[in-house]
């Protein structure tokens, strides 16, 4: 797999070479605040005991997801520059996992496979790549993890990011979610919530809610209030979808900034949420670090509710990072089905079953954490919407085997298909390539010519399950 001995410290290693030694998805995570830069080394996920009271109660789920976010964007995952404290203390409490993948390589179709735990093409909106306009969004008849977690007794609010949807046909509450509070669309500008049509969107429920300071400090409070309730042990799942770090580039306090881009969304322009000619490295750093400090903020009420032993606490990103993220070794970025575009940081702690300091190289995506959830939560999935991941429940809880089976992805233009360490993949050009992602983690060493047998196997295992999505609209 690799030539770098993974039982080497952070220390060991020092510097920047930690940080690539992090990112190659070896044992070394960055030391916590509170340790002073002690190193720390991971061990091999291994399903046992947990210490603790080891409680079998069904668990609260806290659901995080950052939005845009680069699988290295984390110093536990090898960003040489960017601090990320708290999710660093959340990977060493759990699991940190160096193959996780989004469900697709744009914000709402991942969002689609987490909440459906699908293919995207499996749904007319799932092939918005994102959704941009009112014609398509999650149809409310559709189970969802929401829905069924609700049907099995959890309270559920989702917070933040929605993007599947717009009203007044599709909703959060219209899909499962008891409460909502947040903004519909794929981006909005942080202080004035106008999205790229100039319409406001930071709604409680239906109704617009007017609240004009930063964003992400309105979702933390929210998120806050929401895990520190008495939830008289009634379990619950809340879904905090953060926007943080998405353009527009704008970190707590730029209110110059943000009026500029808001007298240009007012002045007609089409894009100036796409904020190209702004950000730069130390803006998203900002960002960031933000993210990491309001996370930190919603574990630490968390703690304080009494409720952390028992509440199972993932966090990832919504796909691969954008202009500003640190993906290397990767190639690619969001909106693609290279490694860069899709491969993302993700980390599980759940202290009454999990232990914590380890971590997981088996592949694994988003639509295999809603059969997960749906697993531990007690709920079914529907019979009629067959899921299209897999439950880890068994390789988390109780020391199976790690399931064998291939990821399969699918955007306009592009294709791809992982089974163990080979991924077969074609981009735009058309050329079906294979690589070998143990050894070849940039995806630059085409192995089509070499192994033309496993490439064809692999083509015709991504064909035989593309024949039973939806078609995309000419």
Not at 341 to 348: A, D, M, T
């Amino acid at each position: 797999m690799t030539s770098v001995d993974p039982s080497l410290s952070r220390r060991a290693f020092g510097g920047s070479a930690a940080g690539a030694v992090a990112a190659l998805g070896l044992s070394a995570t960055d030391a916590s605040a509170e340790s002073g830069g002690a190193a720390f080394t991971e061990r091999p996920f291994r399903a046992a005991p947990a210490p603790g009271r080891g409680a079998r109660r069904r668990p609260n789920i806290l659901f995080i997801l950052g939005d845009d976010l680069g699988w290295a964007d984390l110093s536990s995952y090898g960003a040489p520059e960017i601090r990320t404290p708290h999710l660093d203390r959340l990977a060493r409490q759990g699991v940190r996992f160096t193959d996780a993948y989004s469900g697709s390589a744009t914000c709402s179709p991942t969002r689609f496979s987490l909440y459906t735990g699908r293919y995207p093409g499996r749904t007319r909106g799932g092939l918005a790549e994102p959704i941009a306009d009112r014609s398509v969004g999650l149809e409310p008849t559709h189970p969802t993890l929401a829905s069924l977690l609700g049907d099995a007794g959890y309270r559920t609010a989702l917070i933040g990011k929605w993007h599947c949807g717009y009203l007044p046909d599709y909703s959060p509450t219209r899909s499962g979610w008891d409460e909502f509070f947040g903004n519909f669309g794929g981006a909005l500008e942080y202080y004035s919530k106008l999205s790229s049509r100039g319409e406001y969107d930071l709604y409680e429920g239906d109704a617009e809610y007017h609240d004009l300071r930063y964003y992400t400090r309105i979702l933390t409070e929210r998120a806050v209030e929401y895990v520190s309730r008495d939830h008289e042990r009634t379990p619950w799942l809340l879904n905090l979808n953060f926007t943080t770090p998405h353009w527009p580039w704008i970190a707590d306090g730029d209110e110059e900034t943000s009026a500029e881009i808001v007298r240009r969304i007012k002045a007609g322009e089409r894009r100036p949420l796409f904020h190209q000619d702004g950000g730069s490295l130390a803006k998203y750093r900002q960002m960031v670090e933000d993210l990491d400090r309001s996370i930190g903020q919603v574990l630490t009420a968390l703690r304080r509710s009494g409720q952390e032993e028992d509440t199972l606490v993932f966090f990832a990103s919504d796909n691969g990072g954008e202009r500003f993220s640190y993906n290397w070794p990767l190639s690619g970025n969001k909106g693609s089905l290279l490694d860069g575009g899709i491969r993302i940081p993700s980390i599980l702690r759940w202290p009454a079953r999990i232990e914590g300091g380890q971590v997981s190289r088996i592949p694994v995506y988003s639509p295999d954490w809603t059969a997960t959830l749906l697993e531990v939560g007690g709920a079914r999935p529907h019979p009629a919407y067959p899921l299209d991941g897999v439950s880890l429940a068994g390789y988390l809880l109780r020391g199976a085997e790690a399931p064998e089976r291939d990821l399969f992805w699918r955007v306009r233009g592009e294709r791809a298909l992982r089974r163990g360490e080979w991924k077969y993949y074609r981009g735009k050009d058309g050329r079906d390539r294979l690589h070998r992602l143990s050894e070849d983690l940039r995806e630059q060493a085409d192995q089509a010519a070499v192994r033309p047998g496993l490439l064809a196997e692999l083509r015709t295992a991504w064909e035989r399950i593309d024949r039973g999505l939806l078609p995309y609209p000419v």
